[in-house]
């Protein structure tokens, strides 16, 4: 399972589905949870810094997904995954669409990000992590094209611990 979760929930989705690994996005000045049980090597921790030109943003954005790409190129699918960041609305949700894509590389893009959408209605995915995202994966644009093609999401202030059936 794919979970996704707010900072404030992480702890509890963590307690509720014991994942294997951890993607953490979170500000500088947030802290992410030790999460019991997890091997540091198997926790993401990724800071969202307050880059201030574009130069730094977009290598910020790339280094992010490598990153990602790298932790789920990495993992032998035994146990979840639960990725979070701040509010569980955008950072997350894009991290959550990438592991997705990886995860499910046949599948259509555009459905994969309705299966995201559907169970986190309020999913907002950053669109500079998908850009890389869909570059590094070779995916043609189609990354960008689903979340580009959604509509707006219901709005959230902070969302609650949802999962996502990974196929196999």
């Known amino acids: 399972m794919l979970i996704i979760s707010s900072l404030a929930d992480a702890e509890n989705a963590c307690r509720q589905y014991s994942p294997s690994r951890v993607i953490s996005l979170v500000s500088e000045d947030e802290i992410a949870p030790a999460f019991c049980g ?8 990724l800071h969202v810094s307050n880059e201030s030109c574009a130069k730094s943003i977009s290598s910020a954005a790339r280094e992010r997904a490598e990153k990602i790409i790298q932790l789920v190129n990495g993992w032998d699918r035994n146990g979840n995954i639960l990725v979070h960041c701040n509010r569980g609305v955008s950072r997350s949700t894009a991290a959550a669409f990438v592991v997705l894509c990886m995860l499910e590389p046949n599948s ?3 459905e994969l990000m309705k299966r995201l959408r559907k169970v986190a209605p309020y999913a907002d995915p950053c669109p500079l992590l998908i850009t890389y995202a869909d570059e590094i994966l070779g995916r043609d644009g189609r990354m960008e094209d689903a979340v580009d093609d959604l509509g707006p ?3 959230a202030i902070s ?3 949802v999962a996502i059936e990974i196929a196999a």
């Open 108 to 110: 259509d893009e555009t």
């Open 159 to 161: 969302a609650p611990a």
């Open 153 to 155: 999401p219901a709005p």
């Open 38 to 45: 997890i091997d540091p090597a198997h926790h993401l921790l």
